[in-house]
Structures are given as C-alpha cells and as structure tokens.
C-alpha cells in the first residue's frame, strides 16, 4: 500500500524534469593593464676624473678620489601616476677592490668592503687585480616637486630596514618614498653623487699609464 | 493499517512539493548574446576615466550587447546572471584589482517596451518597476507585465573599473572575469 504512491511519485518527477532545456549562455570579460610608459628626460653623463698621477695614489691602502656629481642628476617622466624605482647592474663583471671604504660626506655614508653588495667594479689589470671601486649616492629626491627619501625595494617591497641611499648591485631597486611607502607620482627627480677608490699603488702596474672605466646600467622597475 | 495511512499521506505530501516546485524551473526558452565575449582593450592609470555622469570612477570601459530571449510559448521568464561576487555588493569580480557592473536596459517584450523589476527567491518583486536595473548575483530581472512573453529583446551594458586608483600595476597583466546568463521559467 505504502509502496505505490512512492513509485508513482518517481515516475511523475522523472517525466517533469526530462522535458527541461538548458537556457543558459556562459560570458567572459577581459581587460589587459600595462604600467604606464615612463621617459627618461635627463639620465647620468659621463662623470671623468682625469689623469691621476701616481704619487696621489697610497701605497698599502686605497684612495678615494673627490666625490663629483653627475650634473643635472635623473629625471623620469611618466605618462600617468606609478610608482618606480632604479636597478643597476653592474658592467664590469664584478671586479671590484676589496678593500677601502666608499665614503660621502652629504649625506654622510660608508660603503665598507663587507657590503659588496654597494660595490661596483673598475676593470682588471693585466695581473688580474681590481683596479678600484666605486658607487653612486642618490640625494634631494622629488616627486611631482614634493621632496622624497630614497628607499630600498627588495623584491617589490619596501625595505624599511635598509635606508642607505646607495646603488645595489643585487637586483635591489632604489625608489622613491614618502610616508614610509613608494611615492606615487609622474615626474620623479633624483641627484647622484660618485665615489671612487683606487688600488694601492703597490697593486698597480708600474711604468706604464693604466684606463680605467666603471659603468653601471641603470633600470626602471615598476614598485 | 495506522501505520500505512501515514506513508500514503506522506508520499502525497512529497508529490506535492515537487509539483510545485516545478512553477520555478530552468527554462525551455533560447537565450542568446550578441557578444558572449567583451574585451574592454588595455588600460593603464592614465588611460582611466575620472567620475562620469554616472558617478563611475577609475572606469576601463564600458561595452554593450543585446540579450535575446526566445521561449516556444509565451512564459514568465527571469534572468538570472551567477558569477564570483565582487568588492562591492552591485559588482563581479575582474581580475584581482577591478570590478564588473552589468546593467539590464530597454527590454522590449513581443516588440512592446516593458519596464522591468527584480525576483528573488520565491518569486517577490523587491523593486519598482524601472527601465534600467543592475544585474545583481543571484537576483533575477523580469519584465514588469502581466502578460506572459513569447521574445524579450534586453541591452546589457558591461562597465569594468578598477577598485582603487592607487594600485600599484607592476607588470602586464590580463584581467578576467566569467559567468552565467540564466533564463528561469515559471
């Protein structure tokens, strides 16, 4: 008795839903976004320190020559507000002295041997030893005029840790920051100063007149 | 014998429910799009739109495509739109840094202009009747007649912005969003 209704049941549900359609369509959108295209308006030129003789060099430890500045410093202009930073790397092949401090005075920064990361290098002699090293020191930082610290990205982030106004040679970017984040901006402008230290003398070839060149490619990362 | 009359009633009671939940059911009715696909290009900070007339910021774009409803007999019908709900309670989700608006427009019932309005659940009109109603996840639209509908002809205009203007873009990236258009029958 109880069995029958059940069944009927069944067979009525089963009829209903057999005579359903689907009525439905899938949509999809898409929207691509790109950084916006950034110009570099006035980049680095080349910074030259001369001859130097000999007798201004140490003999045992190495010497730093004068800090010079790159005249007119880096402006980046972007076509819309980002936030960027600068990359370098290093040309030479990673030669650089280790020994002797890189050292400015405003702002007053130390660049000791151990930071090799804060190093670049100046070539080889033919005895295959470093011939110097040298750095850049970023000051009088600004976005769209307003002033900015310069601040260590490190994989993207901000290293709040890490304030030394330095160029990196390990893939760390130095960018712009305000209120302890990346600035946000269009026109970002920045001052650079070079340090150079040479060799002792006694790891100098003597008797003959040595060229040394360093150089640095610098990169605009999106932070 | 006691025993036995509660089954009956009971399968009774079950036949029932399920007569009557088919009044609501997935519709026979052909639903089509005129661009099941909408690219709104690629942007970046400075392409964005500022505030329009709409009150919509940090806008991508804005496309629209036409909705058309073909049931074999004249139907209630309901659309429905089922897709990962965004930010903000009237948006989907595009991408991990925008949103999605879709908004029903100018439907047209059996070539008659209809004014339109939401169901929810069993079936409870929850808004006026107007001409234009955002497509909200899981709240249907109707058209607003009494007349059941054998085509219903609707605009759909899709608007992408992104959440918040100071999202740092970094890179490239490809921005997506899927989901369903669904006609429901009563």
Redesign the interface.
Known sequence: ??KL??V??AI??GA?CS???????????????????CHILQSPSTLDFGNIKRNQLAAKTSTQLPVKSFVGGITIQC?????IGLRAVDNSGGSTLAIGNLSWSSPSVNVTPAQTDQRFGLGMTSGGKAIGVWNVLFHSAQVDGVPAQIGIANN?LLDLNDTVPTMRNNGKASSWVQNSS?A?GELFTVQADAAIALAPLEDLPSGTKISFAGSATLEI??? | MKIMMRNVKFSLLLLSVILISINARASDCDLNISQPHTNFGTFSRGTLSKADSGGQSNMIGRKTSMLTIVCPRPERITLYYRAAAGSAADSYSLGDIAKLSLTISDAQADGKSVPLMYKQGGGVAVSDNVKELALLPDIGITPNTNEPVTTLVMQMTSIAAVNDINTHIKEHKVLNSIGTLEVVSE
């Open positions: 008795m109880s209704p059940l009927i049941t009525l549900a209903s005579v359903f359609a689907s009525s439905q369509v899938q949509v999809s959108f898409t929207a691509e976004v790109d950084p916006p295209p076509e819309a507000k980002t936030s993207g990346f946000l990362v999106y932070l």
